[in-house]
């Protein structure tokens, strides 16, 4: 936090809208857009509906969970498709799903076959198709830009989102209001065509690789792993959760603070919301200034701060307007939080693992705020508006406090692109699943390079472990205390070989560190074996002749 200024500066693009630049970025990202709007009208919709057919306070706070649930049982399995798959395959399925909901909504509204549990039903239907598009979309990110582009890029998906949250939700609640849900329902399923038509349309290339494509278990493993071992990605997951749980009361309880505190109609709650999104509209808009202004874990703070005075006013105010500029500054402190904490993910994130550590990201940020709007509701139900909105307040201040314990770090310039590998030759006849392959590395270090190689092998053991590593070792030679081995396994010859593959040019530095403490000027010798059994030999099963004794 030493250097607020100039941390972001060097991975900032020229201009917030500089990705706009790329064709391909371009198309799908005014597409969206659309498809935007028609999620926000479908949202309202529903929140709307879902007050009109049900007393229960808990059903109304619902409609957010069923969205956001099922990111989190599927993101991680959504995630571990996106980087084994087609990311343009897995976004068209999805919003397919998203489609398909939508649809039967419409239907199902305009037969009148309406209750609260088919609005959840399809809704969490939706959801899942959400779980699967947003990873591959935003993974795709890296592939279709230039990794200095990547926040730009990201800042515009949120912005554009929120630009429509602007007038979204308003035009939805007159849409409703006039016309009905049956309208609004159809609509978005209109919007949902057009993206799907663009996502067909567009195509961009990603790089292949020459490894056969890991089996589901094994990605999702190797994605969780990576996570574990991040520091940054570990504390951007535990803030967007907290965070999440504490500042989706706003969202979730909006429809009952229209409803019974302000006493406004579907058009009344689409003003709120479109002052929510108008704030987080003119944060999108200055966030690149504020990246150079201030550090990113200063600005997170700052946003949590300013989410808890959003929930507060709410709990107190009893006027439309104060409520809506409220709603303004909650706005903003959403966006340049999930911006900044979506962006650490992908900047801490190698593209062979990005799909994967974003999913992971997701679910539990959407785990956080699938169990707020469940915690909220019962507290509004239990108690009162005003005790759920308080609580929110404290909470989304805790969540800036932990800043202290789990703070962002600043984002770097860091080229987390995979460093060519040619497989090393061998003697043996080996198959894709030989194995397990065990790798010994000898070093040669004098005493008084000692500390020095052993900071770096702790760093060494984290990164191979994080890219496959098994069962990762150091010894040293008790005869000739200068030697040293590093020794590691995997589970197969193809394991090896994408270890290898994963190493960034950023790890491959650590190389050339160690080469300068090695006490010769040659290279560590690296000796690649293959373990077998040596239990002893199971006799073969030899058959009883088939005869009869005389």
């Not at 198309?27 to 529903?46: D, E, P």
């Not at 006493?263 to 509209?281: K, Q, R």
Request: one cysteine or more; a positive charge; proline letters at 5%.
């Amino acid at each position: 936090m030493s250097k607020p200024a100039c941390a972001d500066a060097d991975v900032v693009a020229p201009t917030t809208f500089a990705p706009l630049k790329n064709q391909t970025f371009r198309s799908i990202w005014l597409a969206t857009q659309v498809s935007s709007l028609g999620w926000l009208m479908q949202t309202v919709a529903i929140s709307w509906l879902m007050a009109t057919i049900s007393k229960s306070d808990l059903n109304v706070a619902l409609v957010q969970a069923s969205t956001t649930l099922p990111a989190f049982f599927l993101s991680v399995f959504a995630g571990a498709i996106a980087d084994n798959f087609s990311r343009r395959k897995v976004m068209f399925a999805g919003w397919c799903v998203i489609a398909l909901a939508s649809a039967m909504l419409a239907c199902l509204v305009a037969l009148g076959l309406v209750d609260p549990w088919i609005v959840l039903g399809l809704s969490f239907l939706a959801g899942c198709g959400v779980a699967f598009t947003d990873p591959a979309w935003h993974a795709s990110v890296g592939d279709v830009l230039r990794k200095s582009d990547v926040p730009a890029a990201v800042t515009l998906i949120s912005v554009g989102y929120n630009a429509v949250r602007s007038i979204g939700p308003a035009l939805g609640g007159f849409v409703v209001a006039s016309f009905g849900s049956l309208t609004a329902f159809a609509l978005a399923t209109l919007s949902y065509l057009g993206l799907l038509w663009t996502i067909q349309r567009c195509k961009w290339k990603v790089p292949s690789s020459p490894l056969p494509r890991e089996s589901m278990s094994t990605a999702i493993h190797d994605g969780v792993r990576f996570t574990a071992m991040s520091s940054e990605i570990k504390a951007a997951i535990a803030r967007g959760s907290l965070f999440g749980l504490a500042s989706i009361a706003i969202l979730a309880l909006l429809p009952l603070v229209a409803r019974d505190q302000l006493s406004a109609g579907p058009v009344g709650y689409g003003i709120l919301m479109a002052g929510f999104g108008t704030g987080a509209f003119a944060a999108g808009i200055s966030n690149n200034v504020l990246r150079r202004t201030l550090s990113q874990e200063r600005l997170i703070t700052l946003a949590c701060i300013a989410c808890a005075a959003c929930s507060l006013s709410l709990a107190l105010t009893p006027s439309i307007a104060v409520a809506a500029i409220a709603l303004a500054l909650g706005g903003a402190g959403w966006v340049v939080t999930w911006t900044g904490l979506d962006v650490s993910v992908q900047l801490a994130s190698p593209r062979w693992v990005v799909g994967r550590t974003l999913s992971v990201y997701y679910a539990f940020s959407s785990g956080g705020i699938a169990a707020g709007s469940w915690l909220w509701g019962m507290v509004a139900q239990n108690y009162s508006l005003s005790w759920a909105l308080e609580g929110s307040a404290g909470a989304l201040l805790l969540a800036a406090a932990t800043g202290f314990l789990l703070p962002i770090r600043e984002w770097k310039e860091s080229d987390q692109a995979p460093r060519g590998f040619d497989a090393p030759e061998v003697a043996l006849d080996l198959k894709p699943r030989s194995g397990p392959i065990v790798v010994k590395i000898d070093y040669v270090i004098p005493e008084k390079n000692v500390e020095a190689f052993l900071e770096q092998m702790r760093e060494r053991r984290r990164v191979q472990s994080r890219v496959g590593a098994r069962h990762w070792t150091l010894q040293r030679d008790l005869q000739e205390p200068c030697r040293w081995t590093e020794t590691f396994r995997t589970p197969t010859w193809t394991d090896y070989l994408r270890l290898n593959h994963r190493l960034t040019a950023a790890d491959r530095e650590m190389d050339g560190r160690l080469l300068e403490l090695n006490a010769t000027e040659f290279a560590p010798q690296t000796k690649l074996s293959i373990e077998r059994p040596t239990g002893p030999a199971r006799k073969r099963h030899q058959p009883t002749p088939f005869f009869s004794r005389p």
